[in-house]
């Protein structure tokens, strides 16, 4: 008897086992679209910290817009007005993002006596997204900056660190 009962224990654990019926799993569950959460365009305030920057030429008060990545369930574009981004995101969370490597430039026309000049910033990597429903979205990154002005030798290169917090 104590046999039958050791085969007829083995055969069901077998059966649940091909069936997935086994406790210690995770149900999988489908992946949610949140990017509703951060996506629009977001008035910012951007804040540069690093050496050799020219912080009166960069904008203070650029605008953040997060747009759905089409054919994809957690990918971002983003941008940064007036800036010219190649930039995305992966969404990390409800309300939360990761800013993958990418580059923004600048063009900045000769103004009060100086020199046209361009800035690059290469972003190394970000993070951004809000606490809250009710808060506002904002992005931290790393990158290098790079300016370039027509009166300077050779462009000149820093790291610097990035805040843009919503208005």
């Known amino acids: 008897m104590r046999r039958l009962l050791a ?16 406790e210690d799993e995770a149900p999988l569950q489908q992946l949610q679209d949140t990017r509703a959460s951060v996506t629009g365009s977001h008035p910012v305030v951007m804040t540069t910290h690093g050496a050799r920057v020219l912080e009166p030429l960069l904008p203070s008060r650029p605008t953040l817009e997060l747009t759905s990545e089409v054919g994809s369930r957690d990918g971002l574009r983003v941008s940064l007005a007036p800036f010219d981004c190649d930039l995305t995101a992966t969404m990390t969370g409800a309300s939360t993002f990761a800013l993958n490597a990418g580059s923004c430039s600048l063009l900045i026309p000769p103004q009060e006596g100086r020199f046209a000049c361009s800035i690059r910033l290469h972003i190394a990597e970000g993070t951004g997204g809000r606490e809250t429903a009710e808060s506002r979205v ?29 208005e």
Do not use: N
């Not at 085969?7 to 086994?22: F, M, Y």
């Open 7 to 22: 085969l007829t224990s083995a055969s069901l654990s077998l059966v649940c086992a091909a069936c997935g019926g086994e």
């Open 138 to 166: 904002g992005v931290t990154f790393d990158a290098d900056y790079v300016q370039q002005c027509a009166e300077d030798d050779g462009p000149s290169t820093t790291r610097v660190f990035v805040t843009l917090e919503g």
